[in-house]
């Protein structure tokens, strides 16, 4: 205990910041203030203390996937497609960008900086290769379909038909405006649809953000204001032109969705709304799920339950079939296990999720942390195919 009047010390003689919170004391903003930037490490419990929960019941898998090129990272991974634990297949908004220029995680400066990791997303020189990359478990490089990356614009989903003997592998490209049709293995290009196909007029234009299979290998694509339907062979069957609005069967650029075979029930994000529209399998409107602010990827669990990734808050959203909230995790951030605009995931046979981030410009493999439940709620599970 001090007893009696202190002194000044000077800046010289007090204890540096932590090196911990203060990850770069180089890096100010512009008018040279220096805030916490946290660099990213784990934030699980260690044996059984402390942690946080940014991950929900999950945890980063360190070091996957591993840089495809010294310098490089995947620009806007847009979507994926697990095969299984050996066969993960990554599509890019852009192909590759350059590297993170700094690799704080977390604070202030971050939006103020010019080293700032958040200042990459469409700024910096880029090169479109690497648009269709295969992933193992380890995260070694497997395959890179360079072949085809003349053909694309702005990858923006993968899919693959779960009535088509032969797995051929679709791929929407949300610049060139056309769906592709691959082999499974990527060295053949079948066929393709665009905007003359799908009937794309100036006042309706067509454009595919997901895509949903009917048993009979028909499909549905979903964009803009409107819904087509197509043969197994492409052919325009029919499109709902919605009126741009607001209102009950009225759209704001569609994002996802989600055929319920069993309940006779169609879903279909509606992003521009904030919402989740629901339709009979006729396409009569049913009801709206209002408030969920940025669904950018729809899918649904093997028991009935719709996931929603929201892109802007970073939340991963359970719905029961009837659209009541049954639980949501997520944190925003950069930091491994947060998330930043989170534009598709999938799951594994092992349990694993893959999270498809365009604005963090990474995909991460998130495993089912040991001290979760194998019933805990949060858990995303299996996810139906098509």
Known sequence: MIKGKGQVVPDDQRPSKSDLLYGNTKIADKTGRISPHMVPHSYLPVNGK??????????????????????????GPSACYVDSPDRVIVVTHFGLVRDRLTPIAWGRNLFAIDESPYRTYGTLEGKHEHHVTTFDRQGKLVDSWRQHDHLFGKVNRIFVDPTDPKRHIWIADSKKQ???????????????????????????????????WLPNGDFYTVGLSRVDRFTKDGDLVFSILGKRGSGPGQFQDLHGLVLDLERHRIYVS????????????EWRFIEEWPNIYAPYALRMAKDGHIWVADGLTSKFLKYDPDGRLVTSWGQFGLAPGATWGVHWFDTDQEGN???????????????????????????????HRY
Do not use: H
Not at 270 to 281: H, L, P, S, T, Y
């Open 50 to 75: 402390g942690g946080e929960d940014l991950s929900g019941p999950y945890e980063p898998v360190e070091g996957w996937p591993e840089q495809i090129e010294a310098g490089w990272r995947m620009s």
């Open 178 to 212: 056309k769906i592709f049709k691959f082999t499974n293995d990527g060295k053949e290009l079948v066929s393709s649809i665009g905007e003359v196909e799908a009937g794309s007029t100036p006042g309706d234009p067509w454009k595919a953000q997901d895509v949903a």
């Open 270 to 281: 509606d992003r521009g709304n904030a919402r989740i529209q629901v339709f009979d399998d």
């Open 353 to 383: 999720l893959y999270v498809c981030e365009v604005y963090g410009e990474r995909i991460q493999k998130l495993a089912p942390r040991k001290d979760v439940r194998p019933d805990d709620p949060r858990l995303i599970g299996a996810l």
